[in-house]
C-alpha cells in the first residue's frame, strides 16, 4: 500500500504541533486503501492539489475563506471507514457534497465530505473500522482530483470549531480495527440513541430470574442496533455484564 505525505512544511510542522484540543486520537484511518495527504502526480490525479493543508485564513488559490480540515486524497471508489465508533450523521449539499458524520460518545463529531457514495443508514451505530462510503469529488470538488475533507469538531460547538487533525490522522496511520471489547461497547451505549437499548441490557442482564434468554436480544434488533445486538449475542451473558458494569 502507498501512503504518503507529500507536503512541503508538513514534517517540521509536526515537530511543533502542541496537542490538538478540540481532535480526538482516532482507532483506524478513514481511508481504506491508498493516499497521500497532500497532492501526488504518481497516483494518476489529474488536477493540482486544492487546499490540502488546515487554515483558518483564505486559501492560496483564492476558492475558500478558509479550510477548516485536512483534505485526504485518494482514489475515486475507494473505500472510507468510521475512524471511530459513534453514531452516523447523513449529509449532501452543493459545498460538501455527499457526506458522512460520526458523532462519538464523548460528543466529537468526525466529518468526511466529498464523497462518491454513502454506504451506510442515517442514525445508524457503527464500530471504528466499518465501512460508511467511497471516495469521491462532490460538491464544490467536482474539479478536483477524488479526496475526504476530514473535520473534527465539537459537535455542540460546529464545524468551524474543529483544530487540525493532522497529527491524530498521522497517529492512526497502519491501525487495524479490533473487534470492541466490553469497554468500547459500554461508551458506545452511553450514546443518546441507545439509551433504550441500555436499559434493555439492564433490564434483562441485572435481576436473578433465572428464565432470561440471550436471545430476548434479537426481538431489541433495528437498523441503528443490529451490528451491537449481534456481537452481544455471541459475546455471551458474561461478556454483556461486564459491559453492563462499565456503563
Known sequence: MKNLINESNRIKELMNLTSINESQKLDVFPVDGDFNIGYDTEMSFTNPKHNSDFSTQPTGDGRHKSHIGVDIFCKKGDKIVAPVAGTVKLSDNQTSGKVVTIQDENGYCHFMGHLNTQDVEDGKVVFAGEKVGTCGNTGNA???????????????????????????????????????????????????????????????????EEDKDIKDLESEKDDENEDIISLLIKKGENFIKKVIDKI
Open 142 to 208: 467536482k474539479n478536483t482530483s477524488p479526496h475526504v475533507h476530514f473535520n473534527v469538531y465539537k459537535c455542540d460547538s460546529g464545524f468551524n470549531s474543529g483544530k487540525d487533525p493532522f497529527n491524530d490522522l498521522m497517529n492512526s496511520i497502519d491501525k487495524k480495527a479490533k473487534e470492541p471489547d466490553e469497554t468500547v461497547l459500554a461508551d458506545i451505549l452511553k450514546l443518546s440513541s441507545l439509551t433504550s437499548l441500555k436499559n434493555k441490557l439492564e433490564d434483562l442482564f441485572t435481576d436473578d
